[in-house]
């Protein structure tokens, strides 16, 4: 099955953007990336989805390599709120979450 | 809407003790799904359920059951609870569109078996 490497910490000032790296180890071509968040044990929520093309919402950004082999989500103005446990969910596994990328985001 | 909701929030089970725990979804969505999260890991997914009638394992189904009996309610029960299910657990649903399948996940019911 279809697993992801993320960096498991990252820190961010705020204000700045968030630029989130995920790594998919198989290609699957009709399935999807998706992205969700974790604030503090509360139940995970959906950002973002993508197929081939950069998507955005009001939410974040998502850029997809061409390969299909990586992933970045964009929170193009992070704040304190945005301070979360981010999941990449590779395509052609959408029950995978990893341990994610613990985000905090600095005063 | 509600969306997802789990009951109860907080339980404590002595060890051999029985517990469901209950969801429901006003979504009409027609998956639903259930997780448990260890302290500092990812969601591992239990069981899930396509349809009204059908369920199916996930990575860690030993020690619970599922029934599916409308669309709405997903309920998972532990028989004999152990201490290996303290965890916290989440249940999600989602609806097939476009194929994409956002899911949208409760507040999350914390077991502590003792």
């Known amino acids: 099955d279809a697993k992801t490497t993320q960096p498991p910490s990252m820190d961010c000032a705020e204000g700045r953007a968030a630029n989130l790296p995920c790594n998919h180890s198989?290609?699957?071509?009709?399935?999807?990336v998706y992205w969700y968040r974790q604030i503090h044990s509360q139940g995970p929520q959906y950002i973002i989805h993508g197929l081939k093309n950069n998507e955005t919402n009001e939410m974040a950004s998502l850029i997809i390599t061409e390969d299909r082999k990586s992933s970045t989500l964009i929170l193009p103005h992070a704040t304190l709120r945005d301070t979360a446990v981010y999941y990449c969910?590779?395509?052609?596994?959408?029950?995978?979450f990893g341990t994610g990328t613990s985000l905090t985001v600095i005063p | 809407n509600a969306g997802v909701t789990q009951t109860p929030k907080f339980r404590i089970l002595k060890i051999g003790q029985s517990m469901t725990l209950q969801c429901a979804q006003d979504?009409?969505?027609?998956?639903m799904y259930w997780y448990r999260q260890d302290p500092g890991m990812g969601l591992k997914l239990i069981y899930y359920s396509v349809g009204a009638g059908i369920t199916d394992k996930g990575e860690v189904p030993n020690g619970y059951n599922v029934s599916r009996s409308t669309t709405e309610d997903f309920p998972l029960r532990l028989e004999l609870a152990a201490p290996s299910q303290t965890s916290v657990y989440f249940c999600?649903?989602?609806?097939?569109?476009?194929?994409?399948?956002?899911?949208?996940f409760g507040p999350g019911t914390r077991l502590t078996v003792t």
């Open positions: 999600a649903s989602s609806a097939l569109r476009g194929g994409t399948y956002e899911q949208y």
């Open positions: 198989t290609i699957s071509g009709n399935e999807y």
């Open positions: 979504m009409n969505h027609n998956y």
């Open positions: 969910i590779p395509p052609g596994n959408q029950f995978y």
